[in-house]
């Protein structure tokens, strides 16, 4: 795939009505968006906001940190205390303690993606949820067992997106091949990593167009929930 080219497809793009059941990612899409968590986190350190995210963007001992929380490898204390030193090592003034907590702090649902969602599995069409995520307390005060069929959780299961495993074992878990599956996700490396595995990607802006995506391009048209 060419660096501009978009998994997405085009607008006079076939209706893929095959598509049967429904992969979505946690934070940013059920939530807000997870990278304005993370400013808001930088914010409050006193300095650039932008540290965190350009830490686990570009600095490799970060991004190490943070990959091997996700996938299960060290626990929440060591990621709190190495990323802590991290940002202390770029001058900020930070404890370790609670770290995790802080940086989500700002995250909150969003209510017209669940309820989209949630209509999607009242019309009949099975969900995952698939999720880059440091376990369930990543997300405490969010009943995740309850917003879908499948919960597919980073740390729990010892691989992270963009990894094709993950996505397969999503699949596995609906009991659907990927060929008729759609991945709903925020970040667009994500849905590239699907698109191997023949996941039609649909890029989350917002739910409304989410919403629309799903009838133009999937032909899945759900009843809207009474307010």
Do not use: W
């Amino acid at each position: 795939m060419e660096s501009g080219e978009s998994v997405m497809g085009t607008a006079s793009a076939t209706v893929e009505a095959d598509r049967t059941a429904i992969l979505v990612d946690f934070g940013g899409v059920m939530t807000s968006s997870v990278l304005r968590a993370f400013e808001e986190f930088g914010s409050s350190l006193g300095g650039d906001p932008n540290l965190p995210l350009r830490l686990l963007g570009r600095d490799e001992a970060s991004r190490r940190l943070l990959s091997d929380h996700e996938s299960g490898l060290i626990d929440e204390g060591a990621f709190e205390r190495g990323f802590a030193e991290r940002l202390r090592a770029h001058g900020a003034t930070v404890d370790a303690e609670g770290l995790v907590a802080r940086m989500q702090a700002g995250l909150v649902p969003d209510t017209d993606t669940m309820a989209l969602i949630s209509e999607v599995r009242a019309a009949g069409y099975p969900v995952a949820l698939v999720s880059n995520a440091f376990g369930r307390d990543c997300y405490a005060g969010f009943d995740l067992d309850a917003m879908a069929d499948r919960v597919v959780i980073s740390s729990e299961v010892g691989i992270r997106k963009p990894s094709r495993r993950i996505y397969s074992l999503a699949c596995e878990q609906l009991g659907v091949p990927p060929t008729r599956a759609v991945m709903i996700d925020d970040l667009r490396q994500n849905l590239d990593g699907a698109a191997r595995l023949g996941i039609a990607g649909l890029l989350h802006t917002d739910a409304g167009d989410t919403r629309r995506q799903l009838a133009e391009r999937f032909g899945i048209r759900v009843r809207r929930t009474a307010a």
